[in-house]
């Protein structure tokens, strides 16, 4: 399969066929017979019942009755849209990848998405926001599934099923829809308090995004460039949005959930018909590629801390423009299948423990969410690169492959798919070093700092954001029904800092735990106390 619109045996494929389908002059079925009535069912008199020889009757129904897919099991509400990167050649030094070289220009499609409520839910709720980009890159798809948030609740991915089945609504009634606002979420942040941190930014004012166009994204991860000479660098991706970062405070958020809970969708497929087309720097953040991966302290394998951009400026690589809106919400928006495995020649992966496990996770959701192992073939999906992979059959193959023997080497069909060998142009992984000396289970004790950075977070605050933060817990945690899980929240919270932590148990009527409540404060990572090195692009 490919961009073709005609396959080997001449018929016509993917967006050609779904143009046809809608090419004829007449009302057809789905084999092309022309109707004549599709508004009354065939039946044994005008008052007789329906007789089951109605094939038209039962080819719509049955069709309507399987128009819908899952939902995705997180990120279900989504809105996307079309655009373009163009790359402005500063990465090229660190990455080969073409589509970083000055001046290529390459197409885009951007999903954002909230991550807790269902397909139907309200569009501001307090959450964290998906960003996730799809660039159709003449290498290749490489995709880059980000959130608006920098850092992640855990450190593991083992434990994503465990923090969203907390934070989806309880199994007994199915409430609350789409927000943190209820015990589980509060159980399992406070008892994991690794999510500290990203709890903090949910209840900032990073949480209620004023739109999708003013959102920063971030990639989290540590990502490993590659240059020509196969040298590599450790990277850290954001995405600036020209418009600046802008919230909702949270009596406007509350308001537009009902009065319209479509709002950002509406915002961002408006300002594109409008000609304002949002538009995002690329940029990134650079740490040598060392052997303990760590940066001025701060280690670059959990996705539960940031680097200050005090410490690593944020160097911009390109700009994007989203430019056009989907066609059709379902198979652009619904059926986009993003994938962190989706790289090209020049950008790698680190041993981040959330990242690998998110290598397996999308590509095994989408076979089920997608139907099968063929979704790469679905237009919005397929990659703009020429295809020849030894892929056969399957559920929803739509490709006719040609040929008897798809295997390599073979010596019947002419040949065999080139096999890149010694092309420096194909993707090789990049031979970082395995330090594994026995199986373990546990995490590195890097990983023990849960307080230093939300601390620091806080402070970085102005007091205007500052009493939204103390609304924002007041708010969430006083829906809870369970006594304890407040009073546990206090305590973390008491980690923080006092005036948080006091200021919530007020709002709550709750005494406040003291300084030395919960758990012990390990020493704070010397980066956030000194300014490092700069590894400039230019
Ligand atoms: C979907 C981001 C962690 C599993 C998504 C989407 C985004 C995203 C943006 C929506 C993609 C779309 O619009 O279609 C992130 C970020 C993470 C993270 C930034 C941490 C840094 C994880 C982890 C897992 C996971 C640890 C599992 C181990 C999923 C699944 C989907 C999803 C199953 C649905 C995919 C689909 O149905 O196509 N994530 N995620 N995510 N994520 Fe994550």
Redesign the pocket.
């Known amino acids: 399969h490919g961009p073709e619109t005609v396959s080997p045996t001449g018929q016509p494929t993917g967006a050609e066929q779904a143009r046809m389908a809608q090419s004829g002059a007449y009302l057809t079925t789905a084999q092309g017979a022309r109707l004549h009535d599709t508004d009354h069912s065939l039946k044994a008199g005008p008052r007789g019942p329906v007789l089951l020889q109605d094939h038209h009757l039962r080819e719509k129904i049955t069709h309507f009755d399987h128009e819908r897919i899952p939902e995705?099991?997180?990120?279900a509400r989504?809105a996307a849209a079309h655009g373009v990167f163009r790359g402005y050649g500063t990465a090229a030094k660190l990455s080969k990848a073409a589509f970083l070289a000055k001046d290529v220009e390459t197409p885009v499609f951007v999903?954002f998405?909230t991550v807790l409520g269902s397909r139907g839910s309200a569009d501001t709720v307090r959450d964290t926001r998906?960003?996730?980009t799809k660039f159709y890159t003449e290498e290749g798809i490489f995709d880059l599934?980000?959130?608006n948030i920098p850092v992640?609740f855990?450190q593991d991915?083992i434990k994503?099923p465990d923090i969203i089945h907390a934070g989806k609504p309880h199994p007994d009634r199915e409430i609350p829809q789409a927000q943190s606002a209820h015990d589980t979420f509060w159980d399992f942040v406070t008892l994991h308090t690794e999510a500290t941190h990203h709890t903090l930014w949910n209840m900032s004012d990073r949480g209620i995004p004023r739109s999708y166009r003013m959102m920063e994204g971030f990639g989290?991860?540590t990502f490993r460039l590659v240059d020509a000479a196969g040298a590599t660098t450790l990277v850290k991706f954001h995405w600036k949005p020209k418009l600046g970062v802008h919230s909702l405070v949270w009596e406007e958020a509350q308001i537009a959930a009902g009065v319209d809970p479509d709002f950002h969708r509406r915002d961002l497929a408006d300002a594109i018909e409008a000609g304002a087309f949002p538009q995002w720097e690329l940029g990134v953040q650079v740490f040598p590629d060392t052997e303990d991966q760590m940066f001025e302290g701060i280690d670059l394998l959990d996705?539960t801390k940031i680097v200050p951009e005090e410490l690593a400026p944020v160097q911009p690589i390109g700009l994007m423009t989203l430019n056009a809106n989907p066609s059709n919400y379902f198979a652009e928006t619904e059926q986009?299948?993003?994938h962190l495995g989706n790289l090209v020649p020049g950008i790698d992966v680190t041993n981040d423990p959330?990242l690998q496990?998110?290598l397996?996770?999308?590509l095994d959701?989408?076979l089920s969410?997608l139907g099968g192992p063929n979704f790469s073939q679905l237009p919005i999906n397929r990659t703009h690169a020429p295809v020849n992979d030894m892929l056969r059959d399957g559920m929803h193959q739509t490709a006719v492959h040609r040929g008897v023997a798809p295997y390599r080497p073979n010596s019947l069909d002419g040949g065999c798919p080139f096999l890149a060998g010694e092309d420096t142009s194909a993707f090789i992984e990049a031979p970082a070093a395995v330090a594994a000396s026995r199986k373990v289970r546990e995490n590195p004790a890097s990983f023990d700092d849960h307080y230093s950075q939300p601390r620091q977070f806080w402070l970085s605050m102005t007091p205007v954001e500052r009493e939204h933060i103390i609304a924002a817990y007041t708010f969430e945690l006083g829906k809870c029904y369970e006594q304890a899980i407040k009073e546990r929240a206090l305590t973390v919270l008491a980690r923080i800092d006092t005036q948080l932590c006091e200021e919530v148990a007020a709002g709550l009527g709750l005494p406040a735990p003291g300084p030395d409540a919960g758990l012990t404060d390990p020493q704070p990572s010397p980066a956030l106390s000194q300014l490092g090195q700069v590894w400039p692009l230019d």
């Open positions: 995705r099991v997180v990120h989504g999903r998405s998906g960003f996730a599934v980000g959130n992640f855990i991915a994503f989290v991860h996705a986009v299948a993003f959330l496990g998110r397996f996770s999308y959701t989408q969410r």
